[in-house]
């Protein structure tokens, strides 16, 4: 059973990146890509066609960030989609609540049917991980989602807690709570060069990077990542075992 609902997954995976893909091939006007005024036709097209049924469309990112979650999608691209679609907050709300919920439904499915295929490939690689979590799943788990899993990939984040059996709720909350900084910040850089784009006449890279939707979030995510990286060698270094 487990092979495959793994191989499922898997179909399911490549054929919802291959429709993705060739819809933006038949879309996509590729020969205007280094054109600006290109990408602004486009902006105008994606705040028209959001505008004229949001919820609708809120609805339809909600179901399509669950699905491409729980197929061990990445998480970024949602969150800058999420920014350009629906602006800072409403991006930020949208997206905080499917992919918690994309990622509980990942490890509840991860639990289900590939408990020993979890534990026989990652328990030993993330040991040290495992064995501070494990002294409060809560907390920690919860710092560990706050600062974007100290380097581990998303989708081996939302499943390394199978090893250990964490309880469901905590696990949600835990990853809701500690989602905020990271999806905030790409939420707001993605409302930022949509509101670029909306209006500069040009582009210039300067003045992109000068512009604080821009620049901000930036210096935080730089910030957080640092201290992710002075947490992973204070805590999880082969020296501090």
């Given at each position: 059973?487990?092979?495959?609902?793994?191989?499922?997954?898997?179909?399911?995976?490549?054929?919802?990146?291959?429709?993705?893909l060739?819809?933006?091939?038949?879309?996509l006007?590729?020969?205007?890509l280094?054109?600006?005024s290109?990408?602004?036709?486009?902006?105008?097209?994606?705040?028209q066609?959001?505008?004229?049924?949001?919820?609708?469309?809120?609805?339809?990112?909600?179901?399509?960030?669950?699905?491409?979650i729980?197929?061990?999608?990445?998480?970024?691209?949602?969150?800058?989609?999420?920014?350009?679609?629906?602006?800072?907050w409403?991006?930020?709300?949208?997206?905080?609540?499917?992919?918690s919920i994309?990622?509980?439904?990942?490890y509840?499915?991860?639990?289900f049917?590939?408990?020993d295929?979890?534990?026989?490939?990652l328990?030993?690689?993330?040991?040290?991980?495992?064995?501070i979590?494990?002294?409060?799943?809560?907390?920690?788990?919860?710092?560990?989602r706050?600062?974007?899993?100290?380097g581990?990939?998303?989708?081996l984040?939302?499943?390394?807690?199978?090893i250990?059996?964490?309880?469901?709720?905590?696990?949600?909350?835990?990853s809701?709570?500690?989602?905020?900084?990271?999806?905030?910040?790409?939420?707001?850089?993605?409302?930022?060069?949509?509101?670029?784009?909306?209006v500069?006449?040009?582009?210039?890279?300067l003045?992109?990077?000068?512009?604080?939707?821009?620049?901000?979030?930036?210096?935080?995510?730089v910030?957080?990542?640092?201290?992710?990286?002075?947490l992973?060698?204070?805590?999880?270094?082969?020296?501090?075992?």
């Open positions: 059973m487990s092979n495959k609902l793994k191989l499922f997954l898997g179909v399911s995976y490549l054929i919802i990146l291959v429709t993705f060739l819809f933006l091939f038949l879309k006007e590729f020969n205007r280094n054109d600006f290109y990408y602004k036709e486009l902006q105008f097209i994606i705040e066609f959001v505008g004229i049924n949001l919820l609708l469309n809120l609805l339809y990112f909600f179901i399509f960030s669950i699905i491409w729980i197929l061990l999608g990445f998480g970024s691209p949602l969150l800058l989609l999420s920014g350009i679609f629906f602006g800072k409403i991006g930020f709300f949208i997206s905080l609540l499917s992919i994309g990622a509980l439904l990942l509840c499915i991860a639990d049917f590939f408990r295929l979890v534990k026989n490939n328990e030993n690689k993330f040991s040290r991980y495992i064995s979590i494990k002294k409060n799943e809560f907390f920690y788990f919860f710092i560990f706050f600062f974007g899993g100290l581990v990939p998303f989708a984040q939302n499943t390394l807690p199978v250990f059996s964490m309880n469901k709720i905590s696990y949600f909350f835990a809701f709570l500690g989602f905020i900084p990271h999806f905030f910040i790409w939420n707001t850089l993605g409302a930022g060069l949509n509101k670029f784009v909306s500069s006449d040009s582009f210039n890279f003045n992109l990077l000068i512009t604080p939707e821009i620049y901000i979030p930036i210096i935080c995510f910030v957080l990542i640092l201290i992710s990286l002075i992973k060698k204070k805590y999880l270094n082969d020296k501090n075992r």
